[in-house]
């Protein structure tokens, strides 16, 4: 059972464009992490959100988690080739079970 | 400090054998997580171990089983390996439960069964 949806599955933009990527639910977790993962690499944790409304911004990134801790969204500003890679959310739920999103995978073209 | 060490990094193995995946996690991590990976399912997870005991498990069969050391160390066995199986198996270390704990993943055993 997938338990969190990604939004879009790809996204393939120029260089300096914004993009947004979505995770929804409709479960409730106490907390949500988003990743980003290279090819062959395991995923390397970006931020993690724990309350609900919550934003936090890492450099041009910037995370949401919903106010019902249900969704979360990552905006990126001023995208750069370096941010190409597979963007993954996963919510954590009370067991210390953290289930995985479908993945969003990002291409940058200088 | 050193981050979550999973050896070995690559495995080939034939249909029918079985295989053991290791996993070092982070020190003071108590909390020990795996998860398959392929390109159709995405990441899936396997079971979660804490203080040598699985607290969670997965949709897997009864082919994947796992075990953790007092050291927190924890393997990975897969028997009468399918093809299917083939995929990256990542493992995840954590400190413990609550809202807010943080996985942190290793690079990952890419197993190909042919």
């Known amino acids: 059972t997938q338990l969190l949806e990604q939004s879009p599955q790809f996204l393939s933009i120029q260089e300096g464009e914004n993009l947004t990527v979505y995770c929804n639910s409709s479960s409730v977790f106490s907390s949500l992490q988003w990743y980003r993962q290279e090819p062959g690499e395991g995923p390397v944790l970006l931020v993690t959100v724990v309350t609900g409304g919550e934003v936090k911004k890492l450099k041009r990134l910037t995370f949401q988690f919903g106010d019902a801790r249900k969704d979360s969204s990552l905006h990126i500003t001023a995208a750069q080739p370096g941010d190409t890679g597979l963007y993954l959310c996963a919510g954590e739920n009370t067991g210390n079970q953290f289930y995985f999103g479908t993945g969003t995978s990002l291409t940058v073209i200088p | 400090k050193a981050g979550v060490t999973q050896t070995p990094r690559y495995l080939i193995k034939t249909r029918g054998q079985q295989v053991t995946l290791s996993c070092s996690p982070i020190?003071?991590?108590?909390?020990v997580s795996w998860y398959q990976q392929t390109p159709g399912q995405g990441l899936q997870f396997l079971f979660e171990?804490?203080?040598?005991?699985?607290?969670n498990k997965g949709n897997f069969p009864g082919r994947f089983s796992g075990r953790q050391f007092s050291n927190s160390r924890s393997e990975m066995n897969v028997s009468t390996l399918e093809l299917g199986d083939s995929a990256l198996y990542l493992c995840?270390?954590?400190?413990?439960?609550?809202?807010?704990?943080?996985?942190?993943f290793g690079q990952g055993t890419r197993l190909t069964v042919v």
């Open positions: 995840a270390s954590s400190l413990d439960a609550g809202a807010g704990t943080e996985a942190f």
């Open positions: 171990y804490f203080s040598e005991t699985q607290r």
């Open positions: 020190s003071g991590h108590r909390s």
